[in-house]
């Protein structure tokens, strides 16, 4: 939901207030009850269910007042704002062995939270003193306000209720930028680009003071071409850190800490851009980008541990990726199309991760190709289409087993240690070779729609849009698991034993509609 | 806001579209990994020391029984002096020695596999 108002007070000052709230929820889940077997005329002598299930809530709303004012040859804005993000992560499972039996009923839920508050204001000014110079400056202020991880985790067990609660620390942080932006286009032949902004974020009792420089050089190469290099330096004081292999809306942001630093990123980049032939237009760049004080979760911590502190279940390290990226457009009457290719690589090292080797990044994605058509009918009708294809992301899957001792020892005296059992006996352990070390299938759709302008008798536009999500319904895998088909339990036919790896697959073609009115 | 909009449209579609294929993971049978030795060993005040010695499987293999390693020579050493070599009983697919240890005994089995010390 949004909400603008604008107010103009003169030619010269204008004043805008925006407000907005979006808040989505998602529940998964499974319930296993008892049922007659097929063809029983019978009841079965106890009643029981058991109960999974997932809950994802997250959303952001906030409002910011802007005033603008027309100074000397530029605009001259300031700004004041709130925002406030907020996730929840619920994981419960109920059950009951004896429905008749209230004593028979216990549960195990986990409820994790992880919120952003922001207040916070800014000045910008931005003014062309000339056809030769362009300047941009202005000065930030936020106080960030986080909830890192608030974990309630509660159990009832033979009757007795068990709460565990990490207490929700939170994290709050003063953050002042300045920066400033030249831009010289010394004649249309060469354009230079070079600014600084400077950060100082102070935290828990530490200070992190930081300077981005930032600067382009674009050369025409005669009437058609041109070429452009790049560099820019950035810092990033909160980092969305991702549990396992899918990445959840309500993964938990977490910031910087007396303990971690920002995350700074050095981006490189050069390309190439011009006309061809047949009216179209190409580029081509590419780029390097070098991370340092990147956060992982740790191996082996249980996210879940409200007695372990959230800096505790984290690390640092460093990454690096590059690639190349391909882009042709053309615009033929009332068709433009463009084809993209991307070639991507994306590595990671963490001295507490994979024994300190490097690693691939789980968006180790090699190839990207998007192909995208749009069709203008005419003034009301517009069609467009476009294709996607990825190579898979990677993620930790264990390919191999090996043995626990089990029953290899008939002669021990005691019990074996912990593993002992039929079902460890046969199906092992899970041997990890390295992080990231399966690519999931690639991911391929087609996605298609149509917009509809429309005028009412009031004069007021409005716009209806009907599109189709993954039209030809491919059914893109988004993790990988080990499966065995004959369930140890029920299936004492060893000899038949058949275990596999699967998908897992959601989103199927998922057609749509929306219509926009405005006032 | 498409991305929130596909994902309030697939509420009720998640739950009952959600789907699982077989993958072939063929191309990670890793060469290395296929021929890791485990060594499985009990030690107890009461009994001699015996090892098991196997291979780890691939997860999707027919794996009807363990794959054990027969032709290891392992040595059982107590608090660090070499006691004796273990010899391989085949009908019960253990490494078996004469070796008896008393409570506090720090004991060491290891072998030579692959040009590797385990």
Same mark, same amino acid.
């Given at each position: 939901m949004n909400l603008r108002l604008d107010h103009k007070i003169n030619r010269d000052m204008s004043l805008q207030i925006v407000g907005y709230y979006g808040y989505d929820r998602l529940k998964l889940g499974l319930r296993e009850f008892d049922a007659k077997?097929?063809?029983?005329?019978?009841?079965?002598?106890?009643?029981?269910?058991?109960?999974?299930?997932?809950?994802?809530?997250?959303?952001?709303?906030?409002?910011?007042?802007?005033?603008?004012?027309?100074?000397?040859?530029?605009?001259?804005?300031?700004?004041?704002? &709130?925002?406030?993000?907020?996730? =929840?992560?619920?994981?419960?499972?109920?059950?009951?062995?004896? %429905?008749?039996?209230?004593?028979?009923y216990e549960y195990s839920k986990s409820h994790t939270s992880n919120s952003i508050a922001d207040i916070g204001a800014k000045v910008s000014y931005m003014a062309d003193f000339s056809k030769v110079y362009t300047l941009r400056a202005g000065v930030d202020y936020a106080n960030h306000n986080y909830l890192p991880e608030g974990l309630v985790n509660s159990f009832l067990t033979d009757g007795i209720e068990t709460v565990e609660n990490n207490n929700s620390p939170h994290v709050t942080s003063n953050e002042v930028a300045a920066y400033v932006d030249n831009t010289l286009n010394f004649n249309d032949k060469v354009a230079f680009s070079v600014g600084v902004r400077g950060v100082v974020n102070r935290v828990q009792g530490s200070t992190f003071?930081?300077?981005?420089?930032?600067?382009?050089?674009? /050369?025409?190469?005669?009437?058609?071409?041109?070429?452009?290099?790049?560099?820019?330096?950035?810092?990033?004081?909160?980092?969305? /850190?991702?549990?396992?292999?899918i990445d959840l809306p309500t993964d938990l942001w977490q910031p910087v800490s007396a303990r971690f630093k920002?995350?700074?990123?050095?981006?490189?980049?050069? !390309? /190439? &851009?011009? =006309? *061809?032939?047949?009216?179209?237009?190409?580029s081509v760049e590419g780029w390097y980008k070098d991370m340092d004080n990147?956060?992982?979760?740790?191996?082996?911590?249980?996210?879940?541990?409200?007695?372990?502190?959230?800096?505790?279940? *984290?690390?640092?390290?460093?990454?690096?990726?590059?690639? /190349?990226?391909?882009?042709?457009?053309?615009?033929?009457?009332?068709?433009?199309?463009?084809?993209?290719y991307g070639l991507l690589w994306n590595w990671r090292k963490f001295d507490d *991760?994979?024994?300190?080797?490097?690693?691939?990044?789980?968006?180790?994605?090699?190839?990207?190709?998007?192909?995208?058509?749009?069709?203008?009918?005419?003034?009301?009708?517009?069609?467009?289409? !476009?294709? %996607?294809?990825?190579?898979?992301?990677?993620?930790?899957?264990?390919?191999?087993?090996y043995d626990v001792p089990g029953t290899m020892f008939p002669d021990a005296p005691s019990p074996g240690p912990p593993g002992w059992g039929d079902d460890d006996e046969v199906e092992g352990v899970d041997l990890y070779s390295s992080r990231n070390n399966v690519r999931l299938p690639a991911n391929h759709r087609l996605d298609l729609g149509m917009t509809i302008h429309v005028r009412h008798k009031n004069g007021h536009a409005g716009m209806w849009n009907i599109s189709i999500y993954n039209a030809y319904c491919h059914m893109n895998a988004i993790t990988i698991k080990k499966d065995n088909i004959n369930d140890v339990f029920f299936n004492p036919d060893k000899e038949n034993w058949h275990r596999t790896f699967k998908t897992l697959s959601l989103i199927p073609i998922i057609p749509s509609f929306s219509y926009t009115y405005y006032f | 806001m498409h991305l929130r909009k596909y994902i309030l449209a697939t509420l009720l579609i998640f739950v009952l579209a959600s789907c699982y294929r077989e993958q072939d993971l063929d191309q990670y049978r890793n060469d290395e990994l296929s021929n890791m030795l485990t060594l499985n060993s009990l030690v107890s005040a009461d009994s001699t020391v015996q090892v098991a010695a196997t291979k780890p499987y691939f997860f999707s293999d027919v794996h009807?029984?363990?794959?054990?390693?027969?032709?290891?020579?392992?040595?059982?050493?107590?608090?660090?002096?070499?006691?004796?070599?273990m010899t391989y009983d085949a009908n019960?697919?253990?490494?078996?020695?004469?070796t008896k240890v008393i409570p506090g005994e720090s004991v060491t089995v290891s072998t030579r596999y692959r040009d590797k010390t385990v």
């Open positions: 077997s097929y063809g029983s005329t019978t009841e079965s002598d106890t009643h029981f269910f058991d109960e999974n299930s997932n809950r994802l809530a997250w959303g952001n709303w906030g409002v910011i007042g802007n005033y603008d004012y027309r100074l000397n040859h530029g605009m001259l804005s300031a700004a004041v704002y &709130y925002s406030k993000y907020s996730s =929840n992560y619920r994981q419960e499972r109920e059950y009951q062995t004896d %429905t008749t039996d209230p004593s028979t003071a930081d300077i981005e420089p930032r600067a382009s050089l674009k /050369v025409a190469l005669g009437d058609n071409f041109s070429i452009k290099a790049g560099y820019a330096r950035m810092h990033q004081y909160v980092q969305q /850190v991702s549990t396992n292999y920002p995350l700074q990123s050095d981006l490189y980049s050069i !390309g /190439v &851009y011009g =006309n *061809l032939p047949w009216s179209m237009y190409f990147l956060l992982e979760y740790r191996e082996g911590v249980s996210v879940l541990n409200p007695d372990l502190a959230w800096e505790d279940k *984290l690390t640092s390290g460093k990454g690096w990726s590059y690639g /190349v990226d391909l882009s042709v457009t053309r615009e033929v009457g009332k068709i433009t199309g463009t084809v993209g *991760l994979n024994q300190g080797v490097k690693f691939p990044a789980k968006f180790d994605n090699r190839h990207k190709i998007n192909i995208n058509a749009s069709y203008k009918l005419n003034e009301k009708i517009e069609f467009n289409a !476009g294709w %996607t294809f990825t190579t898979g992301n990677r993620m930790t899957l264990s390919t191999y087993n | 009807k029984g363990r794959t054990f390693v027969t032709n290891l020579d392992i040595a059982v050493s107590i608090n660090g002096e070499e006691k004796e070599h019960r697919h253990l490494y078996v020695s004469n």
